[in-house]
């Protein structure tokens, strides 16, 4: 194991760590944890990422380190449950350049942030933006598709003087739905559900919807063709591949018809696709002209993640400092289920509070693990070594990060989501570890502010929790088959574990984060 560990020496800067040791703090470890997850959230804050993204100068602007000239000639366009408030800092930042927008947001989406007190996310009287909302209960709409027609009108008007600054988020393809006519959307609808109830990929599915859809798959910048196009992404997708964040409309894509039609062959759907769909995929796609370089990639287009997980994992990672932990970032693309997900968390709880040397065995069933939940073995191992190294050399505290979006084999019909069950079974692995502020403390939260059909984000656990839940008569295990982990967390300490940030208008997917006390000097 040890030779195993050394190996990770050879590249220190994947670790977000210091050798100084952190500053102690006399806060609670559920407030220091409540207080990482915070700045997370804070860190990818949609006026935030497009701020941190574009400086203004006199005559131009840089974007991502790419200065342009503004000549009055800028346009914009959006997309996401995020652009909104995208679009408003956008605004106030190039102020009269921007000529025209159209943003397509989620239906209600104003009078909530105006419900909330957001009001630095909303437009002024006076903008030049226009705003369509759609896609009610996220999905496809007419209202969602006449915003997808403005913006292509708009992106086909543009000449080689413009800019069209494309501003993506999170449920951006739900509200960008473009079927490539005679399709009409209810038919595009019900060949992907047909699909999705197949069993399908989601793969499959985005081949096929960027085959059906006139803006996907780099439709939208094919469209505004010969301007130059600048495409901010807010990503929610593990890895943040540009094809597939809102089935990247700012991103080439082939278009193969043999390959969509064999998707539909391999779950005997051929014989159910409308005549409509048949016909497009018949034609030669004219999607493409010479506007591209050999790297495959449009040349008129730059495309740029400005807010991710690793970015909200790294803000974390600098406010857990402050309050007296040594951050370690795991991984940005935790997935699997829940069950193999809390099973790493546990065993990298004991791992790190071991009062010896941990057992081999721990470091091997970590590695094996590993691929199945997203964590690449060099991850663990660099990991592990950190946490060995805070045991023997005395760090104090530690705070291990890490996100993604693992996911829950529906057993039952009770209420919550992925985070709040990933605490209540992680809290079943900390069991025997202690309690705060001596045990570790784990919460798990989406950035998005809801964790399922419930206004928790997710839950707050420690080492306590099977005695605490045994001493309140709560059967742990009939709430995990019914799926009924808000409940649960709600009728234990009156509902004190729940993460509840409110609207927080920002999704890039989880956060969670492990605290792990420092070992007693009596012990090293």
Known sequence: MARVLSLVRLQPFLTLVGRRKPMPCTMSMDSRARGVFAAAVEAVQPDTVVRQSIERKEDSVVICGRKFTLQHNLHLVGFGKAVLGMAAEAERILGDHLVKGIISVPHGIQQT?????????????????????????????????????????????????????????????????????PISLQEKLDVTRKLAAAGSTIQELNTVRRALSFLKGGGLA???????????????????????????????????????????????????????VKEVLG????????NTDESNTLGHVLNAVIGSNSVALQCAGRRARELGFRPVVLAPGVCGDVRAVSRL???????????????????????????????ESWDLCRTMQVLDEGRTEGWGATCLLAGGEPTVELTGKGRGGRNQELALRVGLELRGLGLPPNGPVFLSGGTDGQDGPTEAAGAITDGGLYEEAQTQGLDIDNFLTNNDSYTFFTRLSAG???????????NVMDVHLLLIPPIPVNIR
């Open 113 to 181: 942030l105006q419900q909330h007190g957001k009001n630095h996310l909303l437009l002024k009287e006076n903008s030049h933006i226009k705003v369509m909302e759609g896609a009610k209960h996220n999905l496809p709409d007419t209202d969602a598709q006449k915003a997808a027609e403005g913006i292509k009108q708009l992106a086909s008007e543009l000449t080689e003087k413009d800019l069209l600054l494309v501003l993506i988020s999170g449920g951006g393809s739900a509200l960008l739905p473009a079927p490539i006519p």
């Open 222 to 276: 094919h469209c505004a063709h010969p301007a130059q196009v600048i495409a901010l992404i807010l990503s929610d997708v593990i890895g943040d591949p540009l094809d597939l964040i809102a089935s990247g409309p700012t991103v080439r894509s082939e278009v193969w018809p043999e390959e969509v039609l064999s998707v539909f062959e391999r779950y005997k759907l051929l014989n159910f696709l409308p005549a409509s």
């Open 283 to 290: 034609r030669p796609s004219p999607r493409w002209r010479e």
């Open 345 to 375: 968390y546990g065993l990298l709880a004991h791992f790190a509070c071991s009062q010896k040397e941990p057992p081999p065995e721990i470091a091997a069933e970590l590695l094996r693990l590993g691929p199945e939940v997203g964590v």
């Open 496 to 506: 004190q574990r729940l993460l509840v940030p409110g609207l927080t208008c920002t």
